[in-house]
């Protein structure tokens, strides 16, 4: 009987290199899961090992008896080799004791001797054959138990850091790339603390310095802010001007060139008239450049665009006109305000989408209503864009701050705030 072991992804495709290589009359004895082995092999999902047995038939021997019939061959050359010297020894005895005793008594016990010597060569073998078997079909189990006795400390650590990473939808491409970093720089049989404080420093040197508004070197800043329809713009304008307004004494004025949703532009507008700021709805970019001659002396032009969808190739058109209508006039800025609880395939197709109207920084909001964060290192490392505040609720002023690298990443490690 012929019995083997076949790795697949999965069940049905290790049985079915089972039934390709020995035929469609196997029968399945054992199904389990298998560590995959090898540098970072605990990052791959786990094999399924197939054990079937097949009644051995001529067109069918795999490798291990094909292994164990070499040793066999060469054993049996030496004990037929044996077997010839004894043989002839007895020969030898026989004639001589023909020659001494005519009857053949002599010539019967020499017989049985030989015979009994036969079997028990044959006995010998036989046990070979089996121990060779057996060193040759060792189960990958025992294997398997010492390698998992030889992971160090670390490693249990970065294959755990790499689980909650993940759980946090951190990107896998980009979840790998830190631990293949940090496997790199890390000591061996360092302390898995070692590991963790490198992670720790490797991943706030990817998100990097946050960079909020500043203000201009000469004249006012014109500061726009784009992105899709309900991520809360309109709120994190009114954020950020009350921060500059009542915290930083600065003068601000307030534009929406939102011409599309009127609730969003009397919202700024009420806005607007609680902190006593200048408003204006514009719809032209000859707007825009007199509201710079009228504000020239501010400080801040906080400007609301049109939420709508990044495939509207007709607005995105139109909006760049709008922001490109102030180079040469006045120091700009742009912010792409984007929803933490987007889909991260759904932000590559924003992001993509905005990156040809003008480079931006990352404003994230509605972190309250997610309970991971990593779309904001996934964005960070796909545009390379800085990241400057986040929002977690609608209250005004309070629910913003800068973006704080050190506690995003406490919370992606698994840690809280």
């Known amino acids: 009987m012929i019995i083997k072991k076949f790795l697949g992804k999965t069940e049905q495709e290790a049985v079915e290199s089972a039934k390709k290589e020995l035929g469609e009359n196997v029968v399945i004895m054992n199904v389990k899961k298998v560590k995959r082995k090898g540098l970072f092999a605990f990052l791959k999902p786990q094999m399924t090992e197939v054990t079937v047995a097949l ?5 069918h021997v795999d490798a291990v008896s094909a292994e164990v019939k070499a040793a066999v061959s060469a054993i049996n050359n030496v004990v037929v080799s044996s077997m010839n ?3 002839g020894n ?5 004639s001589t004791t023909r020659t001494q005793n005519p009857g053949g008594t002599q010539i019967i016990a020499d017989d049985e001797k030989e015979k009994k010597e036969n079997n028990a060569l044959e006995e010998k073998l036989d046990s070979l054959q089996s121990l060779l078997e057996q060193q040759l079909q060792k189960p990958e189990s025992e294997k398997e138990v010492k390698e998992e006795e030889e992971v160090s400390e670390t490693e249990m650590f970065m294959k755990l850091l790499h689980t909650t990473m993940l759980d946090n939808e951190v990107n896998e491409e980009y979840a790998n790339q830190v631990i293949e970093e940090i496997n790199k720089i890390n000591k061996p049989n360092a302390p898995f603390d070692y590991a963790l404080a490198n992670t720790y420093q490797k991943m706030i040197l990817k998100f990097g310095k946050p960079s909020g508004i500043t203000p201009s070197e000469k004249g006012v800043k014109v500061v726009f802010f784009i992105g899709p329809t ?6 994190t304008i009114a954020k950020i001007a009350s921060r500059f307004r009542v915290d930083e004494k600065r003068k601000v004025a307030l534009l929406t060139a939102d011409t599309y949703r009127i609730a969003a532009a009397e919202q700024l507008r009420t806005y607007a008239n609680i902190l006593e700021v200048p408003f204006r709805v514009i719809y032209t970019v000859e707007e825009i450049e007199q509201a710079l001659v009228d504000f020239k002396d501010y400080d801040y032009i906080l400007v609301d665009t049109a939420g709508h969808s ?5 607005q995105k058109e139109n909006m760049s006109k709008f922001i490109h209508s102030v180079d040469g006039l006045a120091e700009k800025e742009v912010y792409l305000v984007l929803s933490a609880t987007t889909k991260y395939r759904d932000l590559i197709s924003i992001a993509d989408a905005y990156k040809e109207i003008a480079d931006y920084k990352l404003i994230f909001t509605k972190l309250d209503e ?7 290192l996934n964005l960070k490392l796909y545009t390379g864009a800085p990241l400057s505040y986040v929002t977690c609720g609608q209250n005004v002023p309070d629910d913003m701050e800068d973006f704080n690298p050190q506690k995003t990443v406490k919370r992606l490690l698994g840690g809280k705030n």
């Open 370 to 376: 997610t309970t991971t964060l990593g779309n904001l």
């Open 85 to 87: 010297n004894t043989q």
């Open 230 to 235: 309900g991520v809360g713009k309109t709120t």
């Open 90 to 94: 007895t020969t030898e005895m026989q």
């Open 310 to 314: 990044h495939q509207n190739e007709a």
């Open 55 to 59: 009644e051995e038939e001529s067109n």
